[in-house]
T-cell receptor, first 111, second 110 residues
Framework: EADIYQTPRYLVIGTGKKITLECSQTMGHDKMYWYQQDPGMELHLIHY???????EKGDLSSESTVSRIRTEHFPLTLESARPSHTSQYLCASSGQGDGYTFGSGTRLTVV | QKEVEQNSGPLSVPEGAIASLNCTYS??????FFWYRQYSGKSPELIMF????GDKEDGRFTAQLNKASQYVSLLIRDSQPSDSATYLCAVKQAGTALIFGKGTTLSVSS
């Protein structure tokens, strides 16, 4: 079944650690996105990609990096986690149409 | 700055009533408009999209778009308790990612 997968589902990590949030999709979508969402708040775009070796920064990109080496894989890396990074991170993809399919999200807590 | 505005609610309606959710956007170049439903603790799921002025119906849901007024709405007919969720309006220009509003929380009482 075509889908979009995020791992881990939950992560608790210490300040200063480097972390990578994984996102993979099996739908063959060219476009992939990372959003950050705090409880009760709107989604903020972190990074997006329109294809292999193509990445763009969103509004909250300054403290993270992404790569797109394969179509199906779009990992997000925080080089040095801080408590302010505590949030839910949502990965999404889209194909020919504009509608996004979201993964289940990674809930990150930095202590 | 491009903005998408929604009344955060909560909007409370009785079961069987029509729920009306509204959204305004600031960028006149916006081309695509989406409504997502998000249950507490879950990811957003797409329920409607609309590209042209007018109404678009899908089951109990109707999306309405007025580009001149920069206004998009979602009507939910025969509201059910299972419709209780946060509804996110999202707007897209060509070549850019979706911009989301903060969402309107809908509560349907039985």
């Amino acid at each position: 079944e075509a889908d979009i997968y995020q791992t881990p589902r939950y992560l608790v990590i210490g300040t200063g650690k480097k972390i990578t949030l994984e996102c993979s999709q099996t739908m063959g979508h060219d476009k992939m996105y990372w959003y950050q969402q705090d409880p009760g708040m709107e989604l903020h775009l972190i990074h997006y990609s329109y294809g292999v070796n193509s990445t763009e920064k969103g509004d909250l990109s300054s403290e993270s990096t992404v790569s797109r080496i394969r179509t199906e894989h779009f990992p997000l890396t925080l080089e040095s986690a801080r408590p302010s990074h505590t949030s839910q991170y949502l990965c999404a993809s889209s194909g020919q149409g504009d509608g996004y399919t979201f993964g289940s999200g990674t809930r990150l807590t930095v202590v | 700055q491009k903005e998408v505005e929604q009344n955060s609610g909560p909007l409370s309606v009785p079961e069987g009533a029509i729920a009306s959710l509204n959204c305004t956007y600031s960028d006149r170049g916006s081309q695509s408009f989406f409504w997502y439903r998000q249950y507490s603790g879950k990811s957003p799921e797409l329920i409607m999209f609309i590209y042209s002025n007018g109404d678009k119906e899908d089951g109990r849901f109707t999306a309405q778009l007025n580009k001149a007024s920069q206004y998009v709405s979602l009507l939910i007919r025969d509201s059910q308790p299972s419709d209780s969720a946060t509804y996110l309006c999202a707007v897209k220009q060509a070549g850019t990612a979706l911009i989301f509003g903060k969402g309107t929380t809908l509560s349907v009482s039985s």
